[in-house]
């Protein structure tokens, strides 16, 4: 069965300081992967998602993510951190011939300080 | 361009009362999917439409939930009778539904929130 473990409930950063979402997935095949953020009262965003092509998926707000098969991760990254980015962040499992299903992490909470 | 549009974005009920929720997908996406978000957890599909087709319901709690996509635009999830446990949000979420190799971005709408008493 398809499944996404985000490692930590909550992250708490300084503004301007790097920030790192955990997730690592649990999958028979090669999956799509992707990066939804939640701003409160507001739909899911897409932030970026991996197919199978470069590992290394640049998404949108200066976020990336590297797909790690042997690690089975896929991390979260932003090289500083900004007040607008405090949000829920969720990791998404996509399994193959799956229709489009999505299958979420239980999300990170993430809060920036000044 | 115009979003997923939901109504109400807030419903406060009491128990074992009827309750419906509407959305209104992206102009010309033909998939519409409808998610229940349990505080502190990620969303889980309910059900998917490809157009006015129910295609995977198997998540549908079909004793008190169902659904309705008329002439495969807009969609209605309804609870009858509410309990307690169904406090959640209810999101909607849509794509274009041309790719079925799990590429196909859904956008989501902004949910509905709903207490049950």
């Known amino acids: 069965a398809q499944s996404v473990t985000q490692l930590d409930s909550h992250v708490s950063v300084s503004e301007g300081t790097p920030v790192l979402l955990r997730c690592n997935y649990s999958s028979s095949y090669s999956p799509s992967l992707f990066w939804y953020v939640q701003h409160p009262n507001k739909g899911l965003q897409l932030l970026l998602k991996?197919?199978?092509?470069?590992?290394l998926v640049k998404g949108i707000n200066g976020f990336e993510a590297e797909f790690k098969k042997s690690e089975t991760s896929f991390h979260l990254t932003k090289p500083s951190a900004h007040m607008s980015d405090a949000a829920e962040y969720f990791c998404?499992?996509?399994?193959?011939?799956?229709?489009?299903?999505?299958?979420f992490g239980a999300g990170t909470r993430l809060a920036v300080h000044p | 361009e115009a979003g997923v549009v939901q109504s109400p974005r807030y419903k406060i009920i009491e128990k074992k009362q009827p309750v419906a929720f509407w959305c209104n997908p992206i102009s010309g996406h033909n998939t519409l999917y409808w998610y229940l978000q349990n505080l502190g957890q990620g969303p889980e599909l309910l059900i998917r439409y490809e157009n006015e087709e129910a295609v995977d319901d198997s998540q549908l709690p079909k004793d008190r939930f169902s659904a309705e996509r008329l002439k495969g635009v807009d969609s209605t999830l309804k609870i009858q009778p509410a309990e307690l446990g169904d406090s959640a949000v209810y999101l909607c979420?849509?794509?274009?539904?041309?790719?079925?190799?799990?590429?196909?971005?859904?956008?989501f709408g902004p949910g509905t929130r709903l207490t049950v008493l």
């Open positions: 998404v499992v996509s399994p193959p011939g799956g229709y489009n299903k999505l299958i």
């Open positions: 979420a849509s794509s274009l539904g041309t790719s079925g190799m799990g590429t196909d971005t859904q956008y």
């Open positions: 991996y197919t199978s092509a470069a590992t």
